[in-house]
Protein backbone atom coordinates (compact mmCIF):
# COMPACT_ATOMS: atom_id res chain seq x y z
CA UNK A 1 0.00 0.00 0.00
CA UNK A 2 1.01 3.27 -1.05
CA UNK A 3 1.12 5.91 1.27
CA UNK A 4 2.14 9.80 1.77
CA UNK A 5 1.84 11.20 4.74
CA UNK A 6 2.61 15.05 5.45
CA UNK A 7 3.43 16.89 8.33
CA UNK A 8 4.64 20.00 9.87
CA UNK A 9 1.70 22.52 9.20
CA UNK A 10 0.78 25.47 11.52
CA UNK A 11 0.09 28.61 12.43
CA UNK A 12 2.88 31.45 11.44
CA UNK A 13 2.77 34.89 11.52
CA UNK A 14 3.77 36.76 8.32
CA UNK A 15 7.91 36.51 7.83
CA UNK A 16 7.86 33.46 9.47
CA UNK A 17 9.46 29.99 7.99
CA UNK A 18 8.04 26.65 8.35
CA UNK A 19 9.24 23.05 7.08
CA UNK A 20 6.92 20.19 5.83
CA UNK A 21 7.31 16.59 5.67
CA UNK A 22 6.37 14.09 3.58
CA UNK A 23 7.49 10.91 4.73
CA UNK A 24 6.68 7.79 2.18
CA UNK A 25 6.20 4.33 1.91
CA UNK A 26 5.22 1.22 -0.29
CA UNK A 27 7.19 2.67 -3.42
CA UNK A 28 10.38 2.84 -4.95
CA UNK A 29 11.14 6.00 -3.73
CA UNK A 30 14.23 6.77 -5.73
CA UNK A 31 11.95 6.34 -8.64
CA UNK A 32 9.62 8.76 -8.26
CA UNK A 33 9.73 12.47 -9.03
CA UNK A 34 8.02 14.01 -5.95
CA UNK A 35 6.24 17.47 -5.27
CA UNK A 36 4.58 19.55 -3.42
CA UNK A 37 1.10 21.30 -4.29
CA UNK A 38 -1.23 23.82 -2.15
CA UNK A 39 -4.90 24.49 -2.41
CA UNK A 40 -6.34 27.34 -1.04
CA UNK A 41 -9.96 27.50 0.23
CA UNK A 42 -12.46 27.75 -2.68
CA UNK A 43 -9.53 26.55 -5.43
CA UNK A 44 -8.18 23.85 -6.94
CA UNK A 45 -4.69 22.63 -6.37
CA UNK A 46 -1.79 24.54 -7.21
CA UNK A 47 1.96 23.40 -8.33
CA UNK A 48 4.50 24.45 -5.65
CA UNK A 49 7.49 22.72 -6.98
CA UNK A 50 8.91 19.38 -7.94
CA UNK A 51 12.13 17.62 -6.94
CA UNK A 52 13.68 14.77 -9.70
CA UNK A 53 14.29 11.33 -9.00
CA UNK A 54 18.07 12.16 -8.08
CA UNK A 55 17.21 15.60 -6.26
CA UNK A 56 19.38 17.22 -8.01
CA UNK A 57 16.67 19.03 -10.17
CA UNK A 58 14.02 21.69 -8.71
CA UNK A 59 11.95 23.45 -10.22
CA UNK A 60 8.94 26.31 -8.32
CA UNK A 61 6.02 27.85 -9.26
CA UNK A 62 7.24 31.85 -9.75
CA UNK A 63 5.00 32.47 -6.94
CA UNK A 64 7.17 30.53 -4.56
CA UNK A 65 10.59 30.76 -5.90
CA UNK A 66 13.80 32.17 -3.76
CA UNK A 67 11.67 31.64 -1.17
CA UNK A 68 10.34 27.70 -0.77
CA UNK A 69 13.18 24.56 -0.87
CA UNK A 70 12.16 21.15 -1.82
CA UNK A 71 14.83 18.37 -0.95
CA UNK A 72 14.67 14.61 -0.40
CA UNK A 73 16.34 11.91 1.85
CA UNK A 74 15.94 9.27 0.15
CA UNK A 75 18.02 7.54 2.89
CA UNK A 76 14.86 7.96 4.72
CA UNK A 77 12.09 8.25 1.86
CA UNK A 78 10.99 11.54 2.78
CA UNK A 79 10.72 14.82 1.04
CA UNK A 80 10.76 18.16 2.78
CA UNK A 81 9.22 21.53 1.95
CA UNK A 82 11.61 24.74 3.54
CA UNK A 83 9.18 27.26 3.32
CA UNK A 84 10.80 31.07 4.64
CA UNK A 85 9.52 34.39 4.55
CA UNK A 86 5.57 33.47 4.16
CA UNK A 87 2.88 35.82 2.94
CA UNK A 88 -0.39 35.49 3.85
CA UNK A 89 -1.36 34.62 0.33
CA UNK A 90 0.78 31.36 1.32
CA UNK A 91 -1.99 30.00 3.74
CA UNK A 92 -3.10 26.65 2.23
CA UNK A 93 -3.75 23.10 2.43
CA UNK A 94 -0.33 21.48 1.12
CA UNK A 95 0.21 18.32 0.11
CA UNK A 96 3.18 16.15 -1.08
CA UNK A 97 2.81 13.78 -4.10
CA UNK A 98 5.07 11.19 -6.26
CA UNK A 99 5.00 10.64 -9.82
CA UNK A 100 6.41 7.57 -11.14
CA UNK A 101 10.11 9.34 -13.78
CA UNK A 102 8.57 12.41 -14.31
CA UNK A 103 10.79 14.98 -13.69
CA UNK A 104 8.99 17.61 -15.59
CA UNK A 105 5.47 17.39 -14.04
CA UNK A 106 3.22 19.89 -12.95
CA UNK A 107 0.25 19.31 -13.66
CA UNK A 108 -1.45 17.64 -10.36
CA UNK A 109 -3.54 15.11 -13.27
CA UNK A 110 -0.02 13.37 -13.74
CA UNK A 111 0.43 12.10 -10.08
CA UNK A 112 -0.76 9.03 -9.07
CA UNK A 113 -0.02 8.91 -5.49
CA UNK A 114 -0.80 11.80 -2.81
CA UNK A 115 -0.86 12.95 0.78
CA UNK A 116 -3.60 13.91 3.22
CA UNK A 117 -2.93 17.35 3.13
CA UNK A 118 -1.37 19.67 6.31
CA UNK A 119 -2.68 22.92 7.05
CA UNK A 120 -0.58 25.96 6.93
CA UNK A 121 -2.30 29.51 7.79
CA UNK A 122 -0.33 32.73 7.72
CA UNK A 123 -1.62 35.88 9.57
CA UNK A 124 -0.96 38.94 8.51
Known amino acids: EVQLQASGGGLVQAGGSLRLSCAVS????????MSWFRQAPGQGKTFVGV????????VYADSVKGRFTISRDDAKNTVNLQMNSLKPEDTAAYFC?????????????????WGQGTLVTVSS
Open 97 to 113: AATYRNSAAQSPSLYEN
Open 26 to 33: GITFDDYA
Open 51 to 58: ISMNGITT
